[in-house]
C-alpha cells in the first residue's frame, strides 16, 4: 500500500479488488466512473501507512475538488 495514495475497492461477488490512484482527483473520478455504471464499490480514502484518510464518500453531483 503506497503512503499518500487514495484508494477504493470493487466488490464483486467473492472478490474484492482494491484500486488505487495518486491524486484525488483520478480516484474520485474512478470511484465516480464505477458507481454510475452500477458496480458496487467502497471509497477508502487517503492511506497514511497506518489507517485512512480522507474518507468521505464522493457523490455523483458536482463539485469543486
Same mark, same amino acid.
Given at each position: 500500500?503506497?503512503?499518500?495514495?487514495?484508494?477504493? @475497492?470493487?466488490? &464483486?461477488? @467473492? @472478490? /474484492?479488488?482494491?484500486? /488505487?490512484?495518486d &491524486?484525488?482527483?483520478?480516484?474520485?473520478?474512478?470511484?465516480?466512473?464505477?458507481?454510475?455504471?452500477?458496480? /458496487?464499490?467502497? !471509497?477508502?480514502?487517503? !492511506?497514511n501507512?497506518?489507517?485512512?484518510?480522507?474518507k468521505? &464518500?464522493?457523490?455523483?453531483?458536482?463539485s469543486? /475538488?
Amino acid at each position: 500500500m503506497g503512503v499518500g495514495k487514495y484508494y477504493f @475497492q470493487l466488490k &464483486t461477488g @467473492q @472478490q /474484492n479488488i482494491l484500486i /488505487n490512484r495518486d &491524486t484525488k482527483k483520478a480516484a474520485k473520478e474512478a470511484f465516480l466512473r464505477y458507481k454510475k455504471i452500477g458496480k /458496487n464499490c467502497e !471509497w477508502l480514502g487517503k !492511506w497514511n501507512g497506518k489507517s485512512y484518510d480522507d474518507k468521505s &464518500t464522493p457523490s455523483l453531483r458536482k463539485s469543486k /475538488n
